[in-house]
């Protein structure tokens, strides 16, 4: 993470409409791109908030996302109005609430070129980089279902394509090829047992490309970053909000889908160093797969139901390709925090699409079952 001081921190937070004065800015979160800080402000009963730096190496266009973010929102607490929620401070509990500049703007952008945008910060609310329990999966599954259903009569042509490709496999595959004829930083030779593994799998992995060309898949809005850490329960596991929304963009559910199991069904952490612990947490995907069919079965289509188990297998799939392309560029886009940490990154997402495909009877079958509870 940049530093920046706190008296430039605290100068930063009062570009925003916050009231009373900074007691402490703090970095916060574990997100891999953009810097987050809490803010505590030193007035009793005041709310804190979430000071972001947008990552514009990675978003070119940060008016863009920003634009992309305030229209879900918008649409977001639209719909909770609409179904009898009234009472605007649980609203800010259920979506992401972004503080105005001081003039009126979605985000300030500093002498340096960087971007900062403010929301609210949900009190009492956690989130989890692992799953420990079927409840937690549950919401989970449930806080995505409803995401999508939510959004699903908001106009797709009106959200920004903000990182082009972003879920394209094929785009993804093309890019790890590139890097391995370029290999700009000599990494190439330690990850031929990887490129290998990757390879072999090619064909397959272009399954929910294919099912979409043949037009089985509708184009939705998607969250695009599932991961369960994106989710955030309050004391007693209950959902509350869905966060983390710069990658919402049109694409297919079984993205949403696999991106979440990929999270949520590994008993090991996402950089697990010890491939050995990577082990399958198999009543966490049911309870999640619950969970989502008990807030998507309404719109969800027969093809999109069957695409679920590819997209379980793609992201953990593509997960490793991208870090594999960034270990072999040099690590210029995910935050690092020694020097293989992205190779580690691979070789456990990878590790997890062996362990996937292992199960994926089992995997279909509980699918199967939730499905057919509703007809
Ligand atoms: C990044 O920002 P964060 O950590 O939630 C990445 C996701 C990856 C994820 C892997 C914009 O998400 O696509 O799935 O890391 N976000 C972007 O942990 O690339
Ligand atoms: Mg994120």
């Not at 803010?39 to 804190?48: A, L, N, Y």
């Not at 985000?107 to 960087?114: A, T």
């Not at 394209?168 to 930083?185: E, F, M, S």
């Not at 047992?193 to 089985?216: C, N, P, W, Y």
Request: net charge negative.
């Amino acid at each position: 993470m940049s530093s920046f001081s706190s008296h430039q921190l605290s100068g930063l937070v009062g570009q925003f409409h916050v009231r009373g004065t900074v007691a402490s800015v703090m970095p916060f979160g574990s997100g891999h791109i953009n810097d987050t800080y809490r803010v505590q402000i030193d007035k009793p009963g005041e709310r804190s908030y979430l000071l972001q730096r947008v990552n514009h190496h990675v978003f070119s266009d940060v008016p863009a996302v920003m634009e992309n973010i305030r229209l879900v929102t918008g649409h977001l607490r639209a719909k909770y109005r609409a179904n009898g929620d009234s009472d605007e401070r649980l609203l800010d509990r259920k979506v992401l609430t972004l503080i105005p500049t001081k003039t009126d703007q979605f985000f300030y952008r500093d002498e340096q070129g960087n971007f900062w945008r403010m929301f609210v910060l949900l009190e009492n609310t956690r989130s989890y980089d692992i799953v420990g329990t079927p409840k937690q999966a549950r919401e989970g599954g449930r806080a995505f279902g409803q995401f999508q259903r939510l959004l699903s009569d908001l106009d797709a042509a009106l959200i920004r394509e903000v990182l082009p490709d972003f879920h394209h496999i094929g785009r993804r595959l093309d890019k790890l090829h590139r890097a391995v004829t370029a290999d700009a930083v000599q990494r190439c030779r330690r990850v031929g047992e990887e490129l290998a593994f990757i390879s072999k799998r090619e064909r397959r992995m272009h399954t929910v490309l294919q099912l979409a060309d043949s037009g089985e898949l509708p184009v939705r809005i998607i969250h695009n970053d599932t991961k369960f850490n994106n989710v955030l329960l309050d004391e007693e596991d209950r959902l509350q909000c869905v966060i983390d929304l710069d990658t919402v963009m049109p694409g297919y559910v079984a993205y949403d889908f696999g991106d979440a199991i990929r999270t949520i069904i590994n008993r090991a952490a996402e950089d697990e160093a010890d491939l050995r612990r990577i082990a399958l947490n198999i009543p966490l995907f049911e309870a999640y797969t619950e969970g989502y069919f008990e807030e998507a079965h309404p719109f969800l289509t027969v093809g999109e139901v069957d695409s679920l188990m590819e997209g379980v297998l793609l992201l953990p799939y593509m997960q490793a390709v991208r870090f594999l392309t960034d270990f072999l560029e040099g690590d210029h886009y995910f935050k690092t925090h020694h020097p293989d940490h992205n190779l580690q990154r691979a070789r456990a997402q990878l590790k997890l699409v062996e362990r996937l495909e292992a199960e994926e009877p089992a995997l279909l079958g509980i699918i199967n079952r939730v499905k057919s509870r509703y007809g």
